[in-house]
């Protein structure tokens, strides 16, 4: 089993930055790498970022590139998602996902591919 806790969201202007993390325990050494999702009401789960474990590799989606980046950092077994220049359309829950299914690069923007998930921190950005 795979635990994950997320934390950080909040209400922020247009053009403010927020840090998200995802703490991760459990069995994470079975997955390929973790992600993050958000989330907007009235629309579908969409992919935002993700971090293969091998190798380091991140894939992003189109318009969060250039101002979201995600990270890890091993000691404190924690997963982050720095967000900059946000923008109104930035607001949603954001989720943190464990990818326990697929390595292969076109899976990684899938929700489908991932097994465990947070609960959600809500991201507000105001006009």
């Known amino acids: 089993q795979v635990q994950l806790v997320e934390s950080g969201g909040g209400l922020v202007q247009t053009g403010g930055s927020l840090r998200l993390s995802c703490a991760y325990s459990?069995?994470?050494?079975?997955?390929?790498?973790m992600g993050w999702f958000r989330q907007a009401p009235g629309k579908e789960r969409e992919f935002v970022a993700a971090l293969k474990w091998s190798g380091g590799r991140t894939f992003y989606y189109d318009s969060v590139k250039g101002r979201f980046t995600i990270s890890r950092d091993n000691t404190k077994n924690t997963l982050y998602l720095q967000m900059n220049s946000l923008k109104p359309e930035d607001t949603a829950v954001y989720y943190c996902a464990a990818n326990t299914r697929s390595a292969l690069d076109r899976y990684w923007v899938l929700s489908q591919t991932y097994d465990y998930w947070g609960q959600g921190t809500q991201v507000t950005v105001s006009s």
């Open positions: 459990g069995r994470t050494f079975n997955s390929f790498g």
